[in-house]
């Protein structure tokens, strides 16, 4: 079975932490190509606990449309911003940690 975290030249780019550090300073980020066209994104900050997912997106997409090329953004197909204590019930959390085989 391949494998289906990947680190590709797009993730990379996504994931340039420098960006995201005026926004969310000391924010946990990851990004992996997930399948062979999806680039999943997980941003985990204290800020986001309490907030609804309107109030946590916004910041993120701002600095993602900014630094990440059109062509890049259209791989994005997952965007989990998460509090630290929500990581553990989370079922999106989960597969991330743990994507399913695509059954294409």
């Known amino acids: 079975m391949p494998k289906l975290k990947k680190k590709?030249?797009?993730?990379?780019?996504?994931?340039?932490?420098?960006h995201y550090a005026p926004t969310l300073p000391g924010a946990k980020l990851e990004v992996y190509r997930a399948y062979s066209s999806s680039i999943w994104i997980r941003v985990v900050h204290p800020s986001?606990?309490?907030?609804?997912?309107?109030?946590?997106?916004?910041?993120i997409w701002t600095v993602i449309r900014k630094y990440v090329p059109k062509e890049i953004i259209s791989h994005i197909t997952v965007v989990l911003l998460i509090a630290?204590?929500?990581?553990?019930?989370?079922?999106?959390?989960?597969?991330?940690e743990h994507p399913s085989p695509s059954r294409i």
């Open 84 to 96: 630290p204590e929500e990581m553990e019930e989370s079922g999106m959390n989960y597969e991330f």
């Open 8 to 18: 590709d030249r797009m993730s990379k780019q996504v994931e340039k932490k420098k």
């Open 48 to 59: 986001f606990a309490g907030k609804r997912i309107p109030e946590r997106d916004e910041p």
